[in-house]
C-alpha cells in the first residue's frame, strides 16, 4: 500500500530540516545528532513506581549501564516478569535515554520489568563488544532476578533494529546456556550481513534509513568485512560459527513496508519456522523502519505498540 500519509509528512519535515544524514557525520556528532532527535515524535514517558539505573559488569572486567524500570511496587512473593531491552542505533548510536519512553511503554503495557542496556558502542568498541554486553546483561538479570523481584523464569529479550540483532543472537546463546527467554521480540530487526536483498535495493535512498548510512553504521563497527560472515552480527546468512537454530525462543517480530529491511525480517521469520520454532510475524503496511519511535504522530505507531505489548503478556502468561 501506499506509504502512510503521516510517515509521509515525517519524512517532508526532516527533510525541509536539511539534517545531515548520519553518514556525513563523525560518530561523536551523528550521536549528538540522534540523541537530539530521538524523542521528538515519541509517545510521551509513562510514570514508573521506580526507575534505578545500575552497573552490569561484563565478562572483560568492565561495567556497562542499564535502566531497570518498575511498573508497580515490586513483591518479592509475586515478581515480575521481565524483558531485556537493546537500542536501536546502528551499533553506532543510541542509549538507554534515547529509547526511554519506548522501554516505559512497554513496562506499563507488558506489566513488566523492563531492564534497558546500554551496550557500549562503535567505533570505541567493535563487533563483537555490543553482543558480548548484551548477552552478559541478560545473563546477569537472569542470576540477579530474585535481587529485584523478578521472576527468572519470566524474563523476555527484546530490541529494534540493531537491538534487535543482539536479541537474536541472545536468544539462541541463553538457549545454549539452559536459560532460554519466554519471547524473542525483535522490532524491524537486521539479520543479514551483505544487504542484497530486493528490499535494499527498492528502498535505498528516501525511506529514513539508507544504504550509505546502513554501511556507514557497519564501517564503524565490524572489524573487517569478514566479520559480516559472523553469525553474531548476520543470525540470517551467516556461516562462521553458525549454530543450530531448533529449539530458540518463540519470536514475534515486526517489520515495515517501507524499510530496507524488511526482507531480512521475513526471510529471518521463515528461517526460525523451518527450524520448528514457534514465529509470529507482523508487516506494518506503510510504516519506515524506525517507526516505533514516532508514535506521537502516527497513530499506527501506536497500535503497533499494544501488538507488542499484547505478545510479551501473552509469553508472561498475564493475559
Same mark, same amino acid.
Given at each position: 500500500?501506499?506509504?502512510?500519509?503521516?510517515?509521509?509528512?515525517?519524512?517532508?519535515?526532516?527533510?525541509?530540516?536539511?539534517?545531515?544524514?548520519?553518514?556525513?557525520?563523525?560518530?561523536?556528532?551523528?550521536?549528538?545528532?540522534?540523541?537530539?532527535?530521538?524523542?521528538?515524535?515519541?509517545?510521551?514517558?509513562?510514570?514508573?513506581?521506580?526507575?534505578?539505573?545500575?552497573?552490569?559488569?561484563?565478562?572483560?572486567?568492565?561495567?556497562?549501564?542499564?535502566?531497570?524500570?518498575?511498573?508497580?511496587?515490586?513483591?518479592?512473593?509475586?515478581?515480575?516478569?521481565?524483558?531485556?531491552?537493546?537500542?536501536?542505533?546502528?551499533?553506532?548510536?543510541?542509549?538507554?535515554?534515547?529509547?526511554?519512553?519506548?522501554?516505559?511503554?512497554?513496562?506499563?503495557?507488558?506489566?513488566?520489568?523492563?531492564?534497558?542496556? %546500554?551496550? $557500549?558502542? +562503535? &567505533?570505541?568498541?567493535?563487533?563483537?563488544? @555490543?553482543?558480548?554486553? *548484551?548477552?552478559? /546483561?541478560?545473563? =546477569?538479570?537472569?542470576?540477579?532476578?530474585?535481587?529485584?523481584?523478578?521472576?527468572?523464569?519470566?524474563?523476555?529479550?527484546?530490541?529494534?533494529?540493531?537491538?534487535?540483532?543482539?536479541?537474536?543472537?541472545?536468544?539462541?546463546?541463553?538457549?545454549?546456556?539452559?536459560?532460554?527467554?519466554?519471547?524473542?521480540?525483535?522490532?524491524?530487526?537486521?539479520?543479514?550481513?551483505?544487504?542484497?536483498?530486493?528490499?535494499?535495493?527498492?528502498?535505498?535512498?528516501?525511506?529514513?534509513?539508507?544504504?550509505?548510512?546502513?554501511?556507514?553504521?557497519?564501517?564503524?563497527?565490524?572489524?573487517?568485512?569478514?566479520?559480516?560472515? %559472523?553469525? $553474531?552480527? +548476520? &543470525?540470517?546468512?551467516?556461516?562462521?560459527? @553458525?549454530?543450530?537454530? *531448533?529449539?530458540? /525462543?518463540?519470536? =514475534?517480530?515486526?517489520?515495515?513496508?517501507?524499510?530496507?529491511?524488511?526482507?531480512?525480517?521475513?526471510?529471518?521469520?521463515?528461517?526460525?519456522?523451518?527450524?520448528?520454532?514457534?514465529?509470529?510475524?507482523?508487516?506494518?503496511?506503510?510504516?519506515?523502519?524506525?517507526?516505533?519511535?514516532?508514535?506521537?504522530?502516527?497513530?499506527?505507531?501506536?497500535?503497533?505498540?499494544?501488538?507488542?505489548?499484547?505478545?510479551?503478556?501473552?509469553?508472561?502468561?498475564?493475559?
Amino acid at each position: 500500500m501506499p506509504l502512510n500519509p503521516n510517515v509521509e509528512l515525517v519524512l517532508a519535515m526532516i527533510a525541509r530540516a536539511g539534517r545531515p544524514p548520519y553518514h556525513t557525520l563523525t560518530p561523536d556528532e551523528a550521536r549528538a545528532a540522534y540523541d537530539a532527535s530521538a524523542s521528538v515524535l515519541e509517545i510521551p514517558a509513562a510514570p514508573m513506581h521506580a526507575v534505578e539505573d545500575l552497573d552490569v559488569p561484563t565478562r572483560d572486567g568492565a561495567s556497562i549501564r542499564a535502566r531497570l524500570y518498575l511498573p508497580v511496587e515490586p513483591h518479592w512473593a509475586d515478581p515480575l516478569p521481565a524483558l531485556v531491552y537493546f537500542h536501536g542505533g546502528g551499533f553506532t548510536v543510541g542509549s538507554v535515554e534515547t529509547h526511554d519512553a519506548l522501554c516505559r511503554m512497554y513496562a506499563r503495557d507488558a506489566h513488566c520489568a523492563v531492564l534497558s542496556v %546500554d551496550y $557500549r558502542l +562503535a &567505533p570505541a568498541h567493535r563487533f563483537p563488544t @555490543a553482543v558480548e554486553d *548484551a548477552f552478559d /546483561a541478560w545473563r =546477569w538479570l537472569h542470576d540477579h532476578a530474585a535481587e529485584h523481584a523478578i521472576d527468572a523464569a519470566r524474563i523476555a529479550v527484546g530490541g529494534d533494529s540493531a537491538g534487535g540483532t543482539l536479541a537474536t543472537v541472545c536468544a539462541v546463546l541463553a538457549r545454549d546456556a539452559g536459560i532460554a527467554p519466554v519471547l524473542q521480540l525483535l522490532i524491524y530487526p537486521g539479520a543479514g550481513g551483505h544487504q542484497q536483498t530486493a528490499s535494499h535495493r527498492r528502498l535505498a535512498e528516501g525511506y529514513l534509513l539508507s544504504a550509505k548510512t546502513i554501511q556507514w553504521f557497519f564501517s564503524q563497527y565490524l572489524r573487517t568485512d569478514a566479520d559480516r560472515d %559472523d553469525w $553474531r552480527f +548476520a &543470525p540470517l546468512d551467516g556461516t562462521r560459527g @553458525a549454530p543450530d537454530f *531448533a529449539g530458540v /525462543a518463540p519470536a =514475534w517480530i515486526a517489520v515495515a513496508e517501507y524499510d530496507p529491511l524488511v526482507d531480512e525480517g521475513i526471510a529471518y521469520a521463515d528461517k526460525l519456522r523451518a527450524a520448528g520454532n514457534r514465529v509470529t510475524l507482523v508487516e506494518y503496511p506503510g510504516m519506515v523502519h524506525e517507526f516505533f519511535k514516532l508514535g506521537a504522530f502516527v497513530r499506527e505507531a501506536v497500535a503497533a505498540h499494544a501488538d507488542a505489548a499484547a505478545a510479551l503478556r501473552e509469553a508472561f502468561g498475564t493475559g
